[in-house]
């Protein structure tokens, strides 16, 4: 299967956007030199600025996150998050059946393909911490500021 790829230079870096030509694959920050663009990169890349701009809450483009079983039950329940709200891991682990899931939890989160849209910026420590994020913390502080975060969900 083919690979499109489009590049967006978001107010957090440049972000790379991944598609098989029938859903976004993977969203990742960094950069990526051959270009080909298909719908499903743009119009992801569109919604992304939009997202960016605060005029958007819910993205509307196929995504086919590659993982485990696990790992794809732990981002089902991450784009169950609202918008502008959060989730401690050990909430997401109560959410498949206990807090033993909890470490697992935090590696199928690091493990996550399509940043932002599958929102693992949304899980935070049990104390309310920023943890773990592939772009760093301060990146992490920025979505969640961008969705004006004011509630914690143990």
């Known amino acids: 299967m083919r690979v499109y ?14 598609s098989n030509g029938l859903a976004v694959t993977d969203i ?3 950069e990526y030199t051959d270009e080909n ?10 919604e992304l600025s939009l997202y960016f701009g605060g005029r958007l809450t819910r ?35 109560q959410r498949l059946g206990g807090k033993r899931y909890s470490r697992a939890v935090g590696g199928a989160v690091n493990k996550n393909p399509i940043l932002i849209v599958i929102p693992c910026h949304r899980v935070i420590g049990s104390d ?4 773990g994020f592939a ?15 004011d509630d914690f969900q143990k």
Do not use: C, H, M
């Open 135 to 149: 772009g760093g913390i301060s990146v992490k502080k920025y979505l969640l500021d961008t969705e004006k975060n």
């Open 128 to 131: 309310g911490s920023l943890t």
């Open 59 to 93: 993205f509307s483009f196929p995504i086919e996150p590659v993982g485990t079983d696990f790992q794809k039950r732990v981002w089902k329940i991450l784009t169950e998050i609202p918008y502008g709200k959060t989730l401690s891991y050990g909430g997401v682990a």
């Open 37 to 46: 663009p298909d719908k499903i990169t743009e119009k992801a890349v569109s």
């Open 28 to 30: 990742f920050l960094g």
């Open 5 to 18: 790829v489009q590049n967006f230079n978001s107010p957090v870096g440049n972000i790379v956007v991944k």
